[in-house]
């Protein structure tokens, strides 16, 4: 059977960046992150980091009874897949969402933990005063997928990734094989987390956050011979994939085309990234797009700052690219995402490649020897002009994804 063209119409992100291109533009040219001191966390006892990447979010105007069932992870998904659909030139009541042919592929950690608490509270407590008719649809962890689906009225495939850092880019994955296969015409595909303090603490106990506390504008610091850990952070990501012929058909400008993935699972150790089988995820992704390594001009990477990971990572790509690819992380700007990162770093991966300009690796100021000698953009950015680029992303569980992205 003809594979059919996967491309890529609309997209959106919420994020500590912005949600604008302009705005994320301007605040990635600053050289600056979005890192904060909590001052609400010092009450945790034993936790060591007081960092994180917060959103100031207010979701806007909906109809109440159509997002009662939304958490924080939620809202913030929605309002990343509602302006994403918008920017594809789609809008709520379009019939195309609910002709069958119209799906969703969306992930996260998991769902709102405010909902997670009141939920648990009724075994804690024994009473069921915190409890609601929406409590577990809150807490669910396929809450966005099921709820933006509801939002939209859509009637084709649900696919719910919920693999922690991997969830945004498995979704994307996900959805461009399941137009590729002729399965759907669209896919509403991403990923989103909230911030939650438990995150941080969860990190904590695997020694694997910053507690640069006094200095939050200099950390994290992948790939740096000082960094000391991640910063979490919050946010959602949201891309709509059709049909090349599909698109053309209703008129859509297309931005970009999805002409790879590769996804697999080390099979060994739950946190401890395994470099041979994140090599392979990439293979399989070049494999899938048909073109050779050397046509790729843009890395953007997982880049947590945490010692193995960065290691495993950077030695990875130098063992699929054998060369110094130009690779930069978005996480020293926006602290680690989770759920969202996949889809928030392939979006703004699209725009920084349509810009012809790459961020920098902010905070990079010694490169640490033992990490594979790739080409780590810093200073002010990078102009490069190129057809396509990857997106990588790497999750506990040794769960390995890769995209490729051509520019259209």
């Not at 301007?26 to 009450?43: I, P, T």
């Not at 953009?377 to 490069?384: A, H, K, L, S, V």
Request: one cysteine or more.
């Amino acid at each position: 059977m003809t594979k059919r063209r996967v491309v890529i119409t609309g997209g959106a992100v919420v994020s500590a960046l912005g949600s604008e291109w302009p705005e994320i533009r301007a605040r990635l040219k600053s050289l600056k992150n979005c890192v904060r001191y909590m001052k609400d966390w010092d009450r945790f006892k034993r936790m060591n980091t007081r960092l994180a990447a917060p959103i100031d979010f207010t979701m806007g105007e909906y109809p109440r009874k159509k997002i009662r069932g939304l958490g924080r992870v939620g809202q913030l998904a929605l309002v990343s897949a509602d302006k994403a659909l918008k920017s594809a030139g789609i809008e709520a009541d379009d019939p195309l969402l609910k002709s069958g042919r119209a799906g969703i592929s969306y992930g996260s950690s998991m769902g709102s933990v405010d909902s997670l608490m009141d939920f648990y509270s009724m075994l804690m407590l024994n009473d069921m005063k915190n409890m609601s008719a929406t409590t577990y649809i809150k807490a669910m962890p396929q809450t966005c997928a099921a709820n933006i689906g509801v939002f939209f009225a859509l009637r084709g495939r649900v696919i719910t990734t919920n693999t922690a850092c991997t969830s945004g880019s498995q979704a994307v994955g996900y959805a461009y094989e399941t137009i590729k296969n002729g399965v759907q015409d669209l896919m509403i595909a991403g990923g989103a987390d909230e911030l939650s303090p438990a995150d941080a603490g969860i990190f904590d106990t695997l020694f694997a956050t910053s507690s640069r506390n006094d200095e939050p504008e200099k950390t994290p610091q992948a790939y740096d011979k000082n960094r000391d850990g991640l910063v979490v952070g919050e946010g959602a990501g949201s891309l709509i994939l059709e049909e090349y012929e599909h698109a053309c058909k209703r008129g859509a400008k297309i931005l970009a085309e999805v002409v790879g993935f590769g996804t697999n699972s080390d099979g060994n150790h739950i946190t401890q990234p395994d470099r041979n089988n994140m090599k392979g995820a990439l293979e399989l992704a070049i494999k899938d797009s048909g073109i050779d390594s050397g046509q790729i001009g843009y890395v953007n990477t997982h880049g947590t700052a945490t010692d193995a990971g960065d290691i495993a990572e950077s030695w990875a790509t130098f063992d699929v690219f054998k060369r110094p690819v130009p690779a930069s992380t978005l996480k020293n700007y926006t602290g680690h995402t989770l759920g969202a990162c996949g889809a928030i770093e392939a979006w703004i991966s699209i725009l920084m490649m349509k810009e012809k300009w790459f961020c920098p690796n902010i905070n990079l100021e010694e490169t640490d020897a033992r990490c594979a000698p790739l080409d780590y953009i810093t200073g002010t950015g990078r102009e490069i002009e190129t057809e396509y680029i990857m997106s990588n992303n790497f999750a506990f569980g040794g769960i390995n994804t890769s995209l490729i992205i051509k520019n259209c």
